[in-house]
């Protein structure tokens, strides 16, 4: 795995040096993805883990419970309001810089989300979250989007860390343009000779970046505890998105020199847990 453990003085001074910088981008280009270690505060994973297990249960009593692919995978935004909302997770420095690096000054986040595997599910097919710019590239284009996920307890294969396709955003032969967003067996089988997939294993505390073109599967919790999972995406101005609803109180918290927001700045807290859909059930 593609791994970055931060020295004191790069913590002490909330920046990455050069060489750690180079190689975090240099991971992102080649592989499609990167792991931060231990960057998170674990007191706020463990607040995040509390409220997304109690608000776990409303989501899956839902009718129309937001299930991705298949009922083994459901998602589930985190509450985007204080006392929820922590710099070590929203406005991470060593990310941000990655993302300044990749994509250019001062992307935005543009999703506040999250997933939670659920035990006894089943595996999602592979897919892209979007594919390349425009089909019948030669050459893919530099990275667009970046997803940001935060696990909130240790993953594994046992608890289903996602599977990762590393190389697969470079690939142009695939294209939503082309059909649905499942990458079809022959795709499948050509990677798997060149570069095989594995299972992301991640403590709490850590980070994980990746380029929202890289193919990668949601995978069966075998354990008897939920999987929940945060996910953010970094993108330019230009990448249209759809907005976060964030509580105008806490708009100040937002406000910082290498990160805008796509906001919709609401007067009450929102209410986040009904708005998801289900997303391709059957198919």
């Not at 499609?32 to 608000?55: A, F, M, P, W």
């Not at 941000?96 to 595997?117: D, E, K």
């Not at 990275?143 to 046992?158: E, H, K, M, Y």
């Not at 299972?199 to 995978?219: K, N, P, T, Y």
């Amino acid at each position: 795995m593609n791994t970055l453990s931060l020295s004191e003085h790069e913590w002490s001074d909330k920046q990455l040096t050069p060489q750690t910088l180079e190689s975090a981008v240099r991971f992102l280009w080649d592989d499609g993805y990167v792991v931060l270690k231990n960057v998170v505060s674990l007191s706020h994973i463990d607040i995040l883990k509390k409220r997304t297990l109690e608000d776990l249960e409303t989501i899956l009593a839902r009718p129309d419970a937001p299930f991705n692919f298949n009922t083994g995978n459901v998602q589930q935004d985190p509450p985007p309001f204080a006392p929820f909302l922590f710099e070590d997770v929203l406005l991470n420095p060593f990310v941000i810089q990655i993302s300044n690096a990749v994509l250019g000054p001062r992307p935005l986040l543009g999703m506040y989300s999250g997933n939670t595997a659920l035990p006894g599910g089943n595996r999602q097919p592979v897919h892209p979250d979007t594919s390349q710019l425009w089909p019948d590239l030669q050459h893919p284009t530099p990275a667009f989007v970046l997803v940001i996920n935060i696990p909130l307890v240790d993953v594994d294969a046992r608890n289903g860390g996602t599977e990762f396709w590393p190389g697969t955003h470079h690939d142009t032969s695939f294209s939503f343009h082309q059909g649905a967003p499942r990458v079809e067996e022959k795709h499948l089988a050509q990677w798997r000779t060149k570069r095989p997939p594995f299972q992301v294993e991640l403590s709490r505390g850590d980070i994980v970046m990746r380029d929202i073109r890289m193919w990668h599967a949601g995978m069966p919790n075998q354990t008897e505890e939920p999987r929940p999972m945060i996910a953010m995406t970094h993108a330019p101005a230009w990448w249209a998105s759809g907005e976060v609803a964030f509580a105008r109180q806490d708009q100040e918290f937002f406000c910082h020199p290498d990160l805008g927001v796509r906001a919709r700045w609401v007067e009450a807290n929102t209410d986040y847990l009904h708005h998801n859909v289900a997303y391709d059930l059957q198919r």
